[in-house]
């Protein structure tokens, strides 16, 4: 796991350059690697993970240079096919298996390839840049082009300290991040002239041109598989994509909350390793004094997280977060995010993170089982199916905005889920549960996975999420709902499918969501937090702020979603503190 940088036709000082790639130190401390020519600098801050010796960048062969994050999980296959053409390799690192496939196959590459990615290869004799980001968005990749100038980073900051592009936040895309936030319209860098290179795409940039195209989509095809079929596939795809990311020249951890998906990666790895596994899990300060029922939370984890450990004999360390870290880390994740986050759900896993990367340098997780297997209450809940489910909201949204702009964010929710909706053919546009399944993919999930990275990089260690796997999720895209949700259970045939592998009790047990905190504390400080910064006027050029201080003077224990069953009221109010924090302290002129 690393950070990417690249400017290409701009003399751009050296010094600002790595000033540049020191704001991404955080993703790799490892090793710091450049390349200047006169019209090209690239940098690279690696995370050494694989080839700990030989694997530094930016790396070269023939007339390519290639910078690179990520992981590619069946690097040896597309390396012996290599191998039988006749090429030869220096390293074992996934990175030139990249390089050299990419001077075999050109683009078609990227056909071959499995894992979490984002990279860019530069040819200095044609004097072309090809960038690519794998299939679902684990690893982020942004890009602007000024004029004939372009630059590429793993985050939006560098971009913006480069000086060739300015924090204007417009209409459009506050628009944008009201009516999503704390996700993001597919594709939007937040600010004007900035951009994400979506999941699944590649760019060439070549003589001030720019050319992107889709190289993967799911494909519709009939389903003939039976359930029980169906069932000893997901087994086994599933145990495959565990397995393959177990492969590390460093020791690997898992994440253990005692759910089903966590429990069933750690099982998995439990029985695959030679040594006794190590499991962590988090939970916050005097979090079961005030804990809660409800729709989404049904119960604390401690009990099932005992029991899988002592099934399987794993070394597990309980990591408890108190409050006033849970505070203080609101403003660095808003720097690791460079835009507001999900507060507290950000800044516990921060933490998390950067305690275990004192022993770990890679972690497997279980976020994408919920969007592929269709585990959340809106898949199965016509009352909740709503466009972007997780944003039950939008009445509340608009209340908050000044009236004074003229922003219809119901109009704008709209029209990005149209937008996505469109990639789908026909016949599909017309099933429920695929478009549930797409629009979960293309943002709920990227969201969560977009979440992932930013914390645990910013620790400085590697997240695998083996869920996250191309035949996995291509099977799945066209297997019936009725196997994935039976008997009012859902998730149904991933427990089917690892059934007698993890304790019934655990099996069966009803989801719960990453925690986070419900100590009255928490509230209590962002709203001092937030009322500080009232006075600084910059909300009130967006936000009405007669409403923000109805939300901050009434002392009911009350819920308003927000997003998903991760944001409330607390959440809320911590959102709309960093957001004031973040038009200040990244300079943004917002011109609506």
């Known amino acids: ?83 039988n053409k006749g090429y030869t390799f220096s390293t074992t690192s996934d990175t030139e298996v990249i390089l050299k496939g990419y001077a075999e196959y050109k683009k078609k590459i990227l056909n071959k390839l499995e894992g979490i990615f984002a990279f860019a290869i530069y040819n200095k004799k044609t004097k072309e840049l090809f960038l690519a980001r794998d299939r679902f968005g684990v690893k982020p990749l942004f890009y602007s082009k000024i004029k004939k100038k372009f630059i590429f980073s793993s985050m939006i900051r560098p971009i913006l300290k480069s000086k060739l592009v300015r924090p204007i936040l417009t209409k459009k895309e506050l628009a944008n991040l009201l009516a999503l936030g704390p996700s993001r319209k597919s594709g939007s860098g937040v600010f004007k002239d900035i951009y994400e290179l979506r999941p699944a795409h590649y760019l060439i940039y070549k003589k001030g041109r720019i050319k992107i195209k889709r190289y993967w989509k799911l494909k519709s095809k009939k389903c003939t598989d039976s359930f029980d079929e169906a069932k000893d596939k997901v087994y086994n795809l599933v145990t495959s994509s565990i397995k393959r990311q177990m492969v590390s020249d460093t020791r690997i951890a898992t994440l253990l909350s005692g759910g089903l998906d966590s429990s069933i990666i750690s099982a998995i790895c439990a029985i695959n390793s030679k040594d006794n596994l190590t499991t962590y899990s988090i939970d916050y300060e005097d979090n079961s004094k005030y804990f809660k029922k409800n729709n989404f939370t049904v119960s604390e984890d401690k009990k099932y997280i005992e029991l899988m450990s002592k099934t399987f004999n794993t070394n597990h360390k309980y990591k408890t977060i108190n409050q006033k870290d849970v505070v203080k880390l609101l403003d660095d994740t808003l720097f690791l995010r460079d835009y507001p986050g999900m507060t507290d759900i950000d800044s516990s896993l921060y933490w998390f993170s950067k305690e275990i990367s004192k022993d770990y340098k890679v972690i497997l997780s279980g976020e994408v089982a919920d969007e592929i297997f269709g585990g959340y209450p809106w898949f199965y809940k016509d009352e909740l199916n709503n466009i972007f489910p997780w944003i039950n909201n939008i009445e509340y949204r608009q209340k908050l905005i000044n009236k004074n702009i003229n922003i219809n964010l119901e109009k704008t929710i709209k029209k990005e889920y149209k937008r996505m909706i469109k990639e789908l053919n026909r016949k599909d546009r017309k099933n429920k549960y695929k478009r549930l399944f797409y629009i979960n993919m293309t943002h709920f999930m990227t969201t969560l996975l977009d979440r992932k990275d930013r914390m645990t990089m910013g620790a400085t260690i590697e997240a695998r999420v083996p869920f996250a796997d191309t035949k996995l999720i291509e099977y799945l895209w066209n297997l019936p709902f009725s196997y994935k949700y039976k008997n009012n259970q859902e998730k149904y045939l991933l427990r089917e499918a690892f059934k007698g592998v993890i304790p019934d009790e655990i099996l069966y047990r009803k989801k719960n969501p990453y925690p986070k905190t419900h100590h009255p504390y928490f509230l209590n400080e962002v709203k001092i937090l937030l009322k500080s910064r009232l006075k600084n006027n910059n909300l009130s050029k967006i936000f009405n702020i007669d409403e923000i201080n109805i939300l901050l003077d009434d002392n009911t224990d009350y819920v308003i979603p927000w997003f998903g069953q991760l944001m409330t009221k607390p959440q809320l109010i911590a959102y709309l503190y960093q957001f004031d924090l973040w038009i200040e302290k990244y300079n943004i002129e917002i011109k609506i």
């Open 1 to 83: 796991m690393c950070a990417i940088l690249g400017v290409l036709n701009s003399n751009i000082d050296h010094n600002l350059f790595k000033e540049m790639l020191d704001l991404m130190k955080n993703r790799g401390k490892d090793s710091t690697g450049y390349y200047f020519n006169k019209n090209v600098s690239l940098g690279h801050k690696r995370l050494a993970i694989r080839d700990l010796k030989n694997g530094s960048q930016p790396m070269f062969f023939k007339n390519y240079i290639i910078v690179y994050n990520g992981e590619v999980y069946n690097s040896e296959e597309i390396k012996n096919d290599l191998l």
